[in-house]
């Protein structure tokens, strides 16, 4: 049996679907299910989301953009997180994660799910990790049960695609004490320090068959984390992070037995003439699965200006096999973003899958271009509106001389119309 016929869930989505979905990609109906059955491409939907888009992850479908919301300790404004929300949607970005970390969290994701019909993903053990941070408590003392037990609700309750840190493995974490900048993810450490305090393995690791009975059931869609990311240039492709997708990879294989679809999520910081490497062989060590890639940043020094930084390596990742692409905005390790901030980290990961998708050829992502530069010729401002990413912003800014045909910059020394 393959995939799609060991989980009921996605083949009604399938039935459901496949015929708009192969549509909206220009793909056959039939290298979509080729390519589900095989684990290189997920569709993300979770049928008790009600009103959820069907969104399909892997190329030679269209390159996804994801935008990362959610509270924390220091900003809990839930009103805030849901007018992120909906700029994200406005902006184009084809799904979103809830990272909230304070406040009540089931509200939080509930309200997110009811308002929404883009995929939403979470970070489960954030929740689980909550009670014991807010008392104080070294979160080292959670119970492994009840870990499983929050995946399980939050599948229940409609989530459509989880960050679960199954390849944080003891002998991993060690490796990464050499690094400059150590363990950069929030769920890598929480499990890091749960396994020193326990001497025990990572539970989502050894109760993996647990996570697989409840996603199959949902559909959920299994990210499985880069909790060993390298959270600095100088850390990229140590052996810390290459044991930890080397067991992604075999997690894939068995999610892919047990009827489970499965993303793997990539690096972090990667300078620039690495990324083709890392890219190709977090893909090859994977099985080719959907590759979900947090930029990678190509410098350490973008502070303020880390989303051009994360665009950057994502044109090149979209090149060497990245499927989706989480954004990165202005305010990325200096504060929580903000409305505005949220709009440009995806308008600036919409550029880069662009970038990507031309270079490789895709046809949607050509054709749009040449539109666009046929536009220009033509001095044609609507269509030049109409075919960018973002079509608001030209409009915009094309509004204080809207009553000249050139620019402003050229005026009557418009080279278009010079020759």
Known sequence: ??????????????????????????????????????????????????????????????VKINANIGTSKLLNRPDLEKAKLAEAERAGADAVMDLSTAGDLDAIRLDMLASCPLPLGTVPIYAAAQERIDAGLDPAGMDADAVIEEIAKQAKQGVDFMTVHCGVTRQAVELAQARVCGVVSRGGALLGRWMRENGRENPLLTR??????????????????????????????????????????QLQARALKAGVQ??????????????????????????????????????????????????????????????????????????????????????????????????????????????????????????????????????ARRKEHAHEKECAMCGKYCAMKML
């Open 262 to 395: 499965v993303m793997i999520e990539g690096p972090g910081h990667v300078p620039l003439h690495l990324v083709a490497g890392q890219m190709q062989m977090c893909k090859r060590l994977t099985n080719n699965a959907p590759l979900y890639v947090l930029g990678p940043l190509v410098t350490d020094s973008a502070a303020g200006y880390d989303h051009i930084a994360g665009a950057i390596g994502g044109a090149m990742g979209v090149m060497h096999g990245v499927d989706f692409l989480c954004y990165l905005t202005p305010a990325e390790h200096l504060t929580l973003p903000c409305v505005d901030d949220v709009r440009q980290g995806v308008m600036a990961s919409r550029v880069a899958a662009q970038a990507g998708e031309v270079a490789l050829g895709r046809p949607l992502a050509v054709a749009r271009d040449l539109a666009m530069s046929k536009a220009r010729k033509a001095l044609d401002w609507d269509g030049m509106a109409q075919y960018a990413l973002d079509p608001e912003t030209v409009r």
């Open 208 to 249: 993996f068959d647990d996570i697989l009975d409840i996603s199959r059931e949902h559909n959920l869609t299994l990210s499985l984390g880069d909790g060993l990311r390298p959270g600095a240039g100088a850390d990229a492709g140590d052996a810390a992070q290459w044991e930890e997708v080397a067991v992604l990879g």
């Open 1 to 62: 049996m393959d995939i799609i016929s060991r989980n009921r869930a996605l083949a009604g989505l399938l039935d459901a679907h496949l015929k708009t979905l192969a549509a909206s990609e220009a793909l056959p109906e039939a290298q979509i299910l080729d390519a589900i059955r095989a684990g290189r491409m997920v569709l993300l939907a979770n049928p008790g989301h009600t009103g959820v888009r069907p969104t399909l992850i892997g190329q030679p479908a269209r």
